[in-house]
């Protein structure tokens, strides 16, 4: 428990970010949602669209809807400019503020249909302005359910917060996140801990609003509006740095391999005199399209990754080839510095317990295509809608009897406990050693080749000093290096952070 | 014969497929008490709520005190207009005397403690009830408090429409007893809506009788009781003729 209590006490930053993001999504949502349900109450055509267009955004994961923001921002750019982040806080803040939307307005709509005719008729026939009557009747009646809509609100965006990790938001989704790649426990649970506690502090502070309003007790109304209030104004003055330009963002995916890289480059970067920032979590198609916009300042990716998702190729004239024409293509068409390769490769491979695949006699993706129907392979998310899976499923005409999905470093336990025997592992990944796995030969070559690449930001290709300190790692990492590193954050045992296998990882290569 | 207060042209009016008000022409003399009954549906109240124009007339125009009221703005007309009907409409989330006192409020009017109380002990309330809430008040508490309300403004006209229709027989009678008094003290002029032919002949001077959206007769209460205004208002006033009639004999 005593991992828990540390990682807690480690997440003040995080907790400060998610107050912020989760307040200012609601103050969002309130802002829009009290004039809309007045518009509503006067026209029910309106209160029929909005209830209808805030019910829909509810249906959309939450996850899907953080990441919608991305194109959207980004196709904004055409009018507001260049300037306009689409990373981080303000994409957050959009779709948090839109899934607040529902509860908020269908309760207004709802106290303003359930109040008894005769007091808004009186209300007329005192002779009240419709802005009287709003300000006199309507609100003060609506607003204890109004209260229980925000205080539900409040609740569902706190929550729904955690997942802005995955568009480079900070928030205690951050541990999680975190935690769930490495097998970090204590970290999962202390992010679990800090959000729900943060949601119950809501809740009971907003219901006491809610209680005050009701009841008519002005004391009660203030006192829990006050206390909401200081915990929003301390978690400001806490993340309140001078805005610094210097800063270098540091994008990384949602993988072991990839925390440890990200630590690797900003502790270069600190030692050369950068401060650094981390975004980690961030989904793949995400990762690229932030560094080519230049939401973030570095990210590592693959050949084989940006060969199939950005050039849109099925072919594969060979790893060299690869390189070069990515490099090309980056240069033309983003602007974006492809700083060389760090010397290993992460490919896709199919990979099985190495018992198993000798008691079935395969020793090559083909041998498999012909046992596949009585399989079960299992994949990350990603994985079954990859081209690279496409490829190498028509190549050699592969039909399972079952496809799974798991987090990528759940794949390894399924493929020990037989609830998957066969899975999509990355070939840089310490647990094909240490879980004696066999990786299938792929005759074909159907899976290009997946070189690990530093990738530059158009803005931060500029940036002599910053190339100066990173080239260094370009050919430096050996695949049996990135192994070991991986494995020291991935095993179950002895596990390290990825901070530490990146100083181990350091040493080891001798930089 | 004074201009009167009230004149009402050619007034109709339909929802939908429903015609409510079928060309009505009134006019009604300052310092009256007019009741206007008939059966549900009759179009009654539509023609009340024409007057302080929470309901627009199809065609047809209403003049209060020589003004044409669809010119008028709608809160400045009724803040000159008392309003009493049936479901009472006190505010619940204000006290007794914010309820009584929101047309001062409306009005801009600071004081106005002196003059709740005031309109508290006109409806027979006890002042000290200023501070109740209205959902500790009896169903008769709480028209009286209506009354206050409608009142506290000063308005020269009073429009009721059913007011005593939820009250028990008992506070029904002296309510309507009190509204008399205060009609004819305060010189008010009062249009009263009811379906009770009893209450409208003891307590207006004149009486209108309304069927499918027409007036069908415009009588006196004495006029009535002794025989005038045709058929349909005959059929409304043998019902208390018969049970006052029933009653004197079980008396004998």
Known sequence: MSAVWDALLGLGDKLAAHVLLAAAALALGIAVALPLAVWASRSATVSRIALGFASLVQTIPALALLALFFPILLSLRAVFGEGLPTLGFLPALLALALYALLPILRNAVTAREQMAPGVLEAADGVGMTPGQKLRLVEAPLAAPYIMAGIRTAAVWTIGAATLSTTIGQPSLGDPIFAGLQTQNWSLVLAGCIASAGLALVADTLLGAVERGFASRRPALLWGGLAVALAGIAASALALYAPDDDETVVIGAKSFSEQYILGRLIGERLEAAGYAVEYREGLGSAVVHSAVTTGAIDISIDYTGTLWTNQLKREDNPGRAEIYRRLVEWEREQTGTLILGRLGFENNYGLAMRADRAQELGLASIADLARVAPRLTIGGDPEFFERPEWIAVRDAYGLRFGETRNFSPTFMYNALQSGEADVISAYTSDGRIAADDLQVLDDPRGAFPSYDAIILLSPEAAQDERLIAALRPLVGAIPVEAMREANYAVDREENKRTPAEAARMLTERIGL | ?252
């Open chain 2, 1 to 252: 014969m004074p201009e009167p207060i009230l004149e009402l042209r050619d007034l109709a009016k339909s929802y939908g497929a429903v015609e409510a008000l079928r060309g009505v022409s009134l006019d009604v003399a300052e310092g009256s008490f007019v009741a206007l009954v008939g059966a549900s549906g009759s179009g009654k109240s539509t023609l009340l709520k024409t007057v302080n124009a929470l309901v627009v007339p199809g065609t047809g125009s209403v003049s209060f005190e020589g003004e044409d009221v669809a010119a008028l703005p709608g809160p400045a007309l009724r803040r000159r207009i008392g309003y009493v009907f049936q479901a009472i409409g006190l505010f619940p989330h204000m006290s007794v005397g914010e309820n009584v006192g929101i047309g001062l409020k409306l009005a801009g009017e600071r004081n106005r403690a002196a003059r709740i109380a005031e309109m508290l002990e006109l409806v027979e309330l006890d002042p000290a009830m200023a501070s109740r809430m209205p959902s500790e008040l009896s169903g008769g508490q709480r028209q009286r408090v209506g009354v206050a309300r409608a009142l506290a403004p000063q308005p020269d006209l009073l429009l009721m429409d059913e007011p005593f229709g939820a009250l028990d027989p008992v506070t029904r009678d002296s309510l309507g007893e009190r509204v008399r008094e205060l009609h004819k003290r305060l010189g008010l002029t009062t249009v009263m809506v009811t379906h009770d032919m009893a209450e409208a002949m003891l307590l207006a001077d004149r009486v209108l009788v309304m069927s499918e959206g027409r007036i069908v007769a415009d009588e006196t209460p004495a006029g009535l009781l002794s025989g005038a205004g045709g058929e349909e208002a005959q059929a409304l006033v043998a019902v208390p003729r018969a049970q006052a009639e029933r009653l004197a004999r079980i008396d004998r």
